[in-house]
T-cell receptor
Framework: AAGVIQSPRHLIKEKRETATLKCYPI?????VYWYQQGPGQDPQFLIS???????DKGSIPDRFSAQQFSDYHSELNMSSLELGDSALYFC???????????????FGAGSRLTVL | AQSVTQLDSHVSVSEGTPVLLRCNYS??????LFWYVQHPNKGLQLLLK??????LVKGINGFEAEFKKSETSFHLTKPSAHMSDAAEYFC???????????FGAGTRLAVHP
């Protein structure tokens, strides 16, 4: 079965550079979520989108932005990168609560960002 | 607000012995609860979920968890540990609304021969 696809899997950037992570949800899933997992930390919710509109916002820095496109894929844009942005970034997708099969998020394998 | 507390940051067991990973939740309403597993340098994999159906939930790889409302607990168990079970385990609550998940701090399970 198709899973959540994230690209790139690994990314190395210098401080103050920008980075873009992409996420392709499971087909027919209408909601995408982004999580950040720092070294030795639990995943922290950043932001989510439902039907291309932001549905919820967590601890996402102002330097980060994200959007969901008409084909439901999502991109997380990170600017002015800092050392502390080094983390594993997970994307997940689901059907919005209220639909059959809702409440279960399927995670991608993650994109590991290293800021030097 | 919803939250989960994983009572042990590290658990070490011998291969073939039972596994118990403890999780307590806090929720103002009947929650949806999950256990996810993360193997080293891997993504998050759903082990099992509780969504107000049967209180004893069976998951993959022989794991199960029991929802106990009176104790606000959702402990994860497995009768016999395998070496391949060594990983980080996260207890997770759904915050409701737009499916935002709240993760516990994680429990690292080590399995010794």
């Amino acid at each position: 079965a198709a899973g959540v696809i994230q690209s790139p899997r690994h990314l190395i950037k210098e401080k103050r550079e920008t980075a873009t992570l992409k996420c392709y949800p499971i087909p027919r899933h209408d909601t995408v979520y982004w999580y950040q997992q720092g070294p030795g930390q639990d995943p922290q919710f950043l932001i989510s989108f439902y039907e291309k509109m932001q549905s919820d916002k967590g601890s996402i820095p102002d330097r980060f932005s994200a959007q969901q496109f008409s084909d439901y894929h999502s991109e997380l844009n990170m600017s002015s990168l800092e050392l502390g942005d080094s983390a594993l970034y997970f994307c997940a997708s689901s059907l919005l609560a209220g639909h059959s099969g809702a409440n279960v998020l399927t995670f991608g394998a993650g994109s590991r960002l290293t800021v030097l | 607000a919803q939250s989960v507390t994983q009572l042990d940051s590290h658990v070490s067991v011998s291969e073939g012995t039972p596994v118990l990973l403890r999780c307590n939740y806090s929720s103002s309403y009947s929650p949806s609860l999950f256990w996810y597993v993360q193997h080293p340098n891997k993504g998050l994999q759903l082990l099992l979920k509780y969504t107000s159906a049967a209180t004893l939930v069976k998951g993959i790889n022989g794991f199960e968890a029991e929802f106990k409302k009176s104790e606000t607990s959702f402990h994860l168990t497995k009768p016999s540990a395998h070496m391949s079970d060594a990983a980080e385990y996260f207890c997770v609550v759904n915050s409701g609304g737009y499916n935002k998940l709240i993760f516990g701090a994680g429990t690292r399970l080590a399995v010794h021969p």
